[in-house]
C-alpha cells in the first residue's frame, strides 16, 4: 500500500533520533515488564557484586516491546561499551569472526533478529558464548588449519521476534532467557505521559489513555502515535493535546479505538467480504489486498489474532463472529462457530 500509515514498521531518521531520546537509560526508568526487569537487575547486580561479566541474555518477543532498549540499558548498568549488530548482516562465520575479535573485555554486544543469522555463524558463536574463542580457518581443502583465537569475556545480548527459529545449542548457551510481553493500557498510559515530557508536548492525562487504548499493546506505536497526534494538535487545535484532539487526529490517520489501522481493516473486509469469512489461503488474502504476502502475515495478521479477529487453520484465514461485528457485517453460519 502506498498510502502512510503512523504504524508503518518503516521509520525514518528523524523518527530514529526521536525513539533514541525516548529510550529510558537506566532499568530503575523503565516502565513495565517488571518480571523481566527484577529478573534483570538481580543478574546485573550480581556480576557487579562479583566482579565479573553478566551472563548472556536472551530477549524475545513481539516488535517494539524494548529489546534494543534492554540491551543498552544492560551495557549502560555495567559501564560497557556496546556494540550492535544484526542477524541478517552476519550470512559468513567470517564476518562475526571480526566482530567477536575487535571485542573489548566486558563489552555489550547486542545481536538483534538472532535467528537470521546463518547456520555456519550459529555455530561459531556456540563456542565463542561458551569459550570465549573462535576457530579462524585459514586455507581450503585438506591443508585447511584451524587457528584458535581467544577472545575477551563478553556478554552476548540477543533479541528474536521468533524464538523456536533458534537451534537447541544455541538457545542452551543463554544465562539468562527473557520474554517480553505486551503492555497494558496503564503502563501505555505512562510511557505516553512520560515520553510527552521529555519532547515538550502538553498533553492531558485524558489524551494519553486515549492514545495509550490505540497503541496495540506496543510502546514503540504508542510513541508513534504520540508524535502524530502533537502534529494535529500544533496544525489544527490550540497546541495542547486534549483528548478530543487526540480522537481526532487517531481518526484521521485511520487508527480505530480498538488500534486498527487501514491494512488492518482491509485484510478483515476482505476475509469477511470477498471470501464469505473464509477459509482462504495467504497468497490469495495478500493479493486481494494488494499487499506482499509476509507483510500481511507480520503486520496485520497477528494483530487481528490476538483479538479474535482472525484465526488461522490449517485450510486458511478463517474470520470470527467478533470479525464480521467489528466491521459491521452480519456473520454467516459457519462463522457461528468460531465465536
Known amino acids: 500500500m502506498d498510502d502512510y500509515s503512523p504504524l508503518d514498521p518503516a521509520r525514518s531518521d528523524d523518527e530514529v533520533a526521536v525513539e533514541a531520546a525516548l529510550r529510558p537509560a537506566e532499568l530503575a526508568q523503565f516502565l513495565g515488564q517488571s518480571r523481566v526487569v527484577d529478573q534483570l537487575g538481580l543478574l546485573l547486580d550480581a556480576a557487579r557484586r562479583r ?70 555463524a550459529q555455530e ?69 505521559t512520560r515520553s510527552a515530557s ?26 508513534r502515535l504520540l508524535r502524530r497526534v502533537r502534529d494535529f494538535a500544533q496544525v489544527r487545535g490550540s497546541g495542547v493535546v486534549t483528548p478530543d484532539a487526540a480522537a481526532s487526529a487517531l481518526d484521521l490517520f485511520e487508527v480505530d479505538p480498538l488500534g486498527l489501522d487501514r491494512l488492518d481493516r482491509e485484510v478483515l473486509r476482505a476475509v469477511c467480504g470477498k471470501f464469505g469469512g473464509g477459509p482462504v489461503g495467504l497468497s490469495t488474502l495478500a493479493i486481494a489486498v494488494s499487499e506482499e504476502a509476509e507483510t500481511v502475515a507480520e503486520v496485520a495478521e497477528p494483530f487481528l489474532v ?34
Open 124 to 192: 561459531m558463536l556456540y563456542l565463542a558464548m561458551e569459550d570465549f574463542r573462535v576457530d579462524v580457518v585459514v586455507g581450503k581443502g585438506p591443508g585447511a588449519t584451524a587457528i584458535p583465537l581467544e577472545i575477551p569475556p563478553f556478554t552476548l545480548v540477543g533479541a528474536t521476534t521468533r524464538v523456536g527459529l533458534l537451534p537447541g545449542p544455541l538457545r542452551d548457551r543463554f544465562g539468562f532467557t527473557a520474554q517480553l510481553d505486551y503492555y497494558d493500557e496503564a503502563t501505555l498510559d505512562s510511557i505516553v
Open 51 to 120: 566482579g565479573s561479566v553478566p551472563d548472556h541474555v536472551l530477549l524475545s518477543g513481539p516488535p517494539g516491546l524494548g529489546k534494543t532498549t534492554l540491551a543498552m540499558i544492560i551495557a549502560h548498568e555495567m559501564s560497557a561499551p556496546l556494540r550492535i549488530s544484526s542477524g541478517p548482516a552476519i550470512q559468513h562465520a567470517g564476518d562475526l569472526a571480526a566482530i567477536l575479535s575487535g571485542l573489548s573485555q566486558g563489552e555489550v554486544f547486542f545481536l538483534d533478529e538472532i535467528h537470521r543469522m546463518s547456520r555456519p
Open 198 to 223: 521529555v519532547l515538550g508536548i502538553e498533553i492531558e492525562p485524558g489524551a494519553a489513555q486515549v492514545i495509550a487504548s490505540r497503541s496495540r499493546g506496543t510502546p514503540r506505536i504508542a510513541n
Open 306 to 339: 490476538r483479538l479474535g479477529f482472525l484465526m488461522r487453520t490449517p485450510r486458511g484465514r478463517v474470520a470470527t463472529s467478533a470479525g464480521f461485528a467489528h466491521i459491521g457485517l452480519p456473520t454467516p453460519r459457519q462463522a457461528d462457530l468460531f465465536t
